[in-house]
């Protein structure tokens, strides 16, 4: 992708109702700050000034939140309605989200399941941050869960790095950064959670590939192009690769396609007696109580107006 600037806003869908954009590196989505002028929410007002609705304090009704130095896809409602459908998938766990991400070193295992407990950093000029259960002055952790599997092993500016699919089960504040970091790989030019050591490269290669957000009004399903490849990034030469990301992308769909279809059955009859509902353990209630509150906060600040 090119710099940013107010004019280069890339759209990988647009409706009458959702519009799904390609977010740049090391931009926001929205600042309060008056010195901030370049955002995804200027960008927008720029693009489709006719769009911007009055009734809302930033313009636009952005369905969920991507880190200031993650890129990728990100959907945007044009209106109460459509918000409302939105926001009805983020509650009911509905929606599918995929990251691409180069990490330091080579991961061994092709597929892994990361379970760190991630708490809100009370250390002394760490309160930025995020971290693991377990670390001093973590407070208050939550049970998380991120799922990772290996694309390829290659140097990145000679270095040793993976290229790897992440997908988040649970929705913490920087999950993925941390998780990756807890495991001995964070992510390439994370200057934050490589505590300022990992400054060289021109990003932090993290990017939302893959989005799906089956709303009633519509079905979105975007993937917004993947800048980890040496056409577009000539520092990263890839060596051996490990499963291929359009077959891993196909088994999201076929298990979301699965899990609607499942959604939609239970419409129409109550569960099987024979095939009683598991009980969710503390932590699980508890973790779904959080991300129902923040759905909840979503849609008060611009479904709700």
Known sequence: MEPVSIDNLSILYQSADFIVVNKHWDVRIDSKMWYEKLTLQSQLKYRFPELADPDTYYGFRFCHQLDFSTSGALCVAL??????????????????KAYLALVRGHIQEARMTIHYAIGKNTTEGLTHMMCIEGTEGCENPKPCQSELTVLEHGLYSGDPATKVLLQPL?????????????????????????FKKDSGPYRMMLHAYYLRIPTSKEL???????????????????RRATH?????????????????????????????????????????????????????QWLAEWALE
Request: aromatic content about 6%; glycine content about 6%; overall charge negative.
């Open 79 to 96: 209106n109460k309605a459509a918000a409302g459908s939105a926001y009805k998938c983020f509650k009911e766990r509905m929606v599918t």
């Open 170 to 194: 649970t929705g913490r504040t920087h999950q993925l950064r941390v998780h990756c970091s807890a495991i001995g790989h964070p992510v390439v030019g994370d200057f934050t959670y490589s």
């Open 220 to 238: 979105i399903e975007v993937i917004a192009p993947d800048p980890f490849v040496p056409t577009v990034d000539s520092n990263w030469a890839p």
């Open 244 to 296: 291929q990301l359009e077959e891993l992308i196909q088994e999201l769909k076929d298990q979301s396609v699965l899990a609607e279809e499942g959604r939609q059955g239970n419409l129409f009859g109550s569960p099987s007696p024979e095939a009683p509902q598991e009980a969710k353990s503390p932590e699980v209630e508890e973790l779904e109580q959080e991300q129902r509150g923040k759905c909840e």
